[in-house]
């Protein structure tokens, strides 16, 4: 799964929005092998804690700001390890996707990051951010209905949605799995800046 993902990345050629006046982030899509089950590839995915300024309670991919001297990889490992407890160094990068422009004033730079074996006693949630973690198969990116397209009146861009742990996951989170799912697992240069997030994600 690694090479795949090194592979597919390494001819990737992804789209970065430099200069936007807005906030940059990153968030690390993290593929480990879940040995507590069937060692299949899975990817971890986060409920936020119910007490934060921000988007709390929603669905997210470890990440956050780019702090100043960072780079979005760095970011997303520091991240990462905060959120989870899972430390990993620079090597398990394996490739960025498509920067997203978020309605709530960040530029999200996605990194793909492998992590190996892992089992959920590796996990060390941080209370103060994440209310639990989840090891999601990769399989579960490809249902037959997966993803999913609605129209909301405040715009005229389709909202994509992932069905995913029995409900539904939106965007920014959505569109980038979307395309990790794409471009990273099945080689398919699939854009995603198009797709619209939900209007409480906005704020």
Known sequence: MRERL????????????DDTGKRHSAVAITVVLDIDRTGGPCFLLTRRAPRLNAHAGQWAI???RV???EDPA????????EELGVRLGADAVVGLLDDYETRSGYVITPVVVWGGELSRRDLHPNPHEVAR???????????????????IPE???????LPLLGTL??????????????A????????????????????
């Open 169 to 182: 996951i939106h965007a920014p989170t959505a569109a980038v799995l979307y395309q990790f799912r794409d």
């Open 133 to 151: 973690a989840y090891f999601v198969g990769l399989d579960d990116l490809d249902k037959p209905d997966s993803p999913r397209f609605v129209t």
């Open 67 to 69: 702090d100043p001297g």
């Open 155 to 161: 715009s005229d861009r389709p909202v994509i949605q």
């Open 184 to 203: 990273a697992v099945h080689g398919r240069p699939t854009r995603v800046a198009h797709y619209e997030q939900p209007v409480f994600a906005w704020k």
């Open 62 to 64: 470890p990440g956050g």
């Open 6 to 17: 090194v592979g597919n990345l390494e001819v990737f050629e992804r789209f970065r929005l």
């Open 74 to 81: 760095t970011t997303a490992l520091r991240e990462l390890d």
